[in-house]
């Protein structure tokens, strides 16, 4: 492969590791806002309004991060009954084959949520509740992970082409 292809993989590939670890470190802050609204409603007898709607968006943002990931770590799931019987040059042609899905599924998922960011954003788009936040950082990180995802896609494409020649990308 040549030489620009393997910089973007290995680039596509770190940065998927570092928005991995960020999105790991995600889960302690959320546990942190639900002991803070726990700590505050039982003990104090003082609700916080904030805490399940900012866990709510932790947890949002925890799946997003976590989809590029979750391709580059190849962690997600897979209908194995022909797979596995196939050789790993096989694998390789039919993961080159299947992605294309995968690809033309995250561009009908990123066009639908820059059309919600647009929509929130034109409307100062909020959740109902007594907390009353935007909905716009979030809808952001959903589409900027979305791109990452169809970023590491367009790797991952790469590598299964290297694969299917018997070449390693690494």
Request: with cysteine; charged share 15%; aromatic share 14%.
């Amino acid at each position: 492969m040549p030489y620009g292809i393997r910089v973007y993989v290995r680039l596509m590939d770190r940065l998927a590791d570092w928005v991995g670890l960020v999105a790991m470190y995600l889960i302690f802050v959320m546990i942190g806002v639900l002991l803070t609204d726990v700590v505050s409603d039982k003990i104090f007898s003082l609700p916080l309004h904030w805490c399940v709607e900012v866990a709510q968006f932790t947890l949002a943002a925890y799946y997003f991060m976590g989809g590029a990931k979750t391709l580059k770590d190849n962690d997600h799931v897979r209908m194995d009954l022909f797979y596995a019987t196939l050789s790993e040059r096989n694998q390789a042609r039919m993961d080159a084959v299947t992605v294309f899905c995968l690809i033309f599924y995250l561009c009908v998922m990123l066009w639908g949520s820059l059309s919600s960011l647009s929509y929130s954003w034109a409307t100062d788009q909020r959740l109902p509740s007594i907390w009353n936040p935007s909905l716009v950082p979030i809808k952001v990180l959903m589409v900027g992970c979305l791109i990452l995802m169809l970023l590491q896609s367009f790797s991952l494409l790469f590598k299964y082409v290297a694969a299917s020649r018997g070449e390693q990308l690494e």
